[in-house]
Nanobody, 127 residues
Framework: QVQLAESGGGLVQAGDSLRLSCAASGRSFTSYAMGWFRQAPGKEREFVAAISWSGGNTYYTDSVKGRFTISRDSAKNTAWLQMNSLTPGDTAVYYC????????????????????WGQGTQVTVSS
């Protein structure tokens, strides 16, 4: 089992930066991939970024490429989402997600591939 705890959301102005963090606890001896999703009012939850268990593979949705960076620490128990050049279009509740994987290099990019979710943290970008 994996438990996730998120932090780092807030209210910022367009062009500012935020760093979200996600602390994972549980059976860390089993490999798990992690990802970030977001959900704006009236919209479906959408994929933002993902990282493999090894940390060596990442993937981003087109709208955040070049602005957002996903990473995880050497102990593989914390993930971050560094968000730069924020726009009002980035306003959403951001969720951390994880799931066990059999291969250390695989990335998971859909909500259906994740089983464990954080509580969500609100990111609001004003113009």
């Amino acid at each position: 089992q994996v438990q996730l705890a998120e932090s780092g959301g807030g209210l910022v102005q367009a062009g500012d930066s935020l760093r979200l963090s996600c602390a994972a606890s549980g059976r860390s001896f089993t490999s798990y991939a992690m990802g970030w999703f977001r959900q704006a009012p009236g919209k479906e939850r959408e994929f933002v970024a993902a990282i493999s268990w090894s940390g060596g593979n990442t993937y981003y949705t087109d709208s955040v490429k070049g602005r957002f960076t996903i990473s995880r620490d050497s102990a593989k128990n914390t993930a971050w989402l560094q968000m730069n050049s924020l726009t009002p279009g980035d306003t959403a509740v951001y969720y951390c997600a994880a799931n066990y994987v059999k291969s250390s290099g695989v990335v998971l990019t859909t909500v259906y591939e994740y089983h464990y979710w954080g509580q969500g943290t609100q990111v609001t970008v004003s113009s």
